[in-house]
C-alpha cells in the first residue's frame, strides 16, 4: 500500500491554458474523490467516482472542468481555459465502498498557480 | 444541506496543556463526523471518525472526540498537547450510509508553545 499519489505536485501554467492532473488511488479502491482547497478555506468537494463512473459532480466543477477514471483505476482532473480563480490545491481520495471504514485516504494534493 | 463550522481559526496553546477544538454540524439526519489534520506539505490524514455507538470515540496521536446530537457538535480533545500537534485541523461530515461527499469546516490552526 503506498497511497494515493498525485501528480504534478506543483502546477505553475498562463491564463487560458489547459492543465491536467493525475490521481493514482490505493489500490483496489473503488471509489475517488476530487476536492479543491484555496488559502484558508477547507477541502471542497468537487466530484466522485465508483470504479469508472462519475456519480455526482458538484456545482463547483464548470464547464471547464472534467474528470474521468477510464479503467476504474487512476483518474484525471483537466481544467481548460484557466483562470486565476482556479489557483487552488487540487486533492484527491480514495476509498474502498462498503465495509464499515468510509475512511478516505488523501494524496499530497497538486498545487495550481495561475498567473 | 449540508455544513460544519469551526468557530475558531487560531487556537495558541502550551505544550503539555489540554486542547479543545469546537466543531458545530448541521444535518438533515444522522451524519457521520470525522476529524483530520492537515500538516504543511502533508495531505490530509483521518484523526478519528464517528458513525454510531460510543457517543466518545478514539483516535490516533492521543486524540478523542465527543459526539452530541442535542448540540450538533463533534468537538475534538486531548489531554496533553504536543509540538509536534501543531497543524490545521479540519472537522467533517458525511452523509449517513456512504460518507461519499464530505463537507468540510474552514478549519482551526493550532500552534503550540514550548
Known amino acids: 500500500d503506498t497511497g494515493v499519489s498525485q501528480d504534478p505536485r506543483h502546477k505553475i501554467t498562463k491564463r487560458g491554458q489547459n492543465v491536467t492532473f493525475r490521481c493514482d488511488p490505493i489500490s483496489e479502491h473503488n471509489r475517488l474523490y476530487w476536492y479543491r482547497q484555496t488559502l484558508g478555506q477547507g477541502p471542497e468537494f468537487l466530484t466522485y467516482f465508483q470504479n469508472e463512473a462519475q456519480l455526482e459532480k458538484s456545482r463547483l466543477l464548470s464547464d471547464r472542468f472534467s474528470a474521468e477514471r477510464p479503467k476504474g483505476s487512476f483518474s484525471t482532473l483537466e481544467i481548460q481555459r484557466t483562470e486565476q480563480g482556479d489557483s487552488a490545491m487540487y486533492l484527491c481520495a480514495s476509498s474502498v465502498d462498503g465495509g464499515w471504514t468510509y475512511e478516505q485516504y488523501f494524496g499530497p494534493g497538486t498545487r495550481l498557480t495561475v498567473t | ?114
Open chain 2, 1 to 114: 444541506a449540508q455544513s460544519v463550522t469551526q468557530p475558531d481559526i487560531h487556537i495558541t496553546v502550551s505544550e503539555g496543556a489540554s486542547l479543545e477544538l469546537r466543531c458545530n454540524y448541521s444535518y438533515g439526519a444522522t451524519p457521520y463526523l470525522f476529524w483530520y489534520v492537515q500538516s504543511p506539505g502533508q495531505g490530509l490524514q483521518l484523526l478519528l471518525k464517528y458513525f454510531s455507538g460510543d457517543t466518545l470515540v478514539q483516535g490516533i496521536k492521543g486524540f478523542e472526540a465527543e459526539f452530541k446530537r442535542s448540540q450538533s457538535s463533534f468537538n475534538l480533545r486531548k489531554p496533553s498537547v504536543h509540538w509536534s500537534d501543531a497543524a490545521e485541523y479540519f472537522c467533517a461530515v458525511g452523509p449517513y450510509g456512504t460518507a461519499s461527499k464530505l463537507t468540510f469546516g474552514t478549519g482551526t490552526r493550532l500552534q503550540v508553545t514550548l
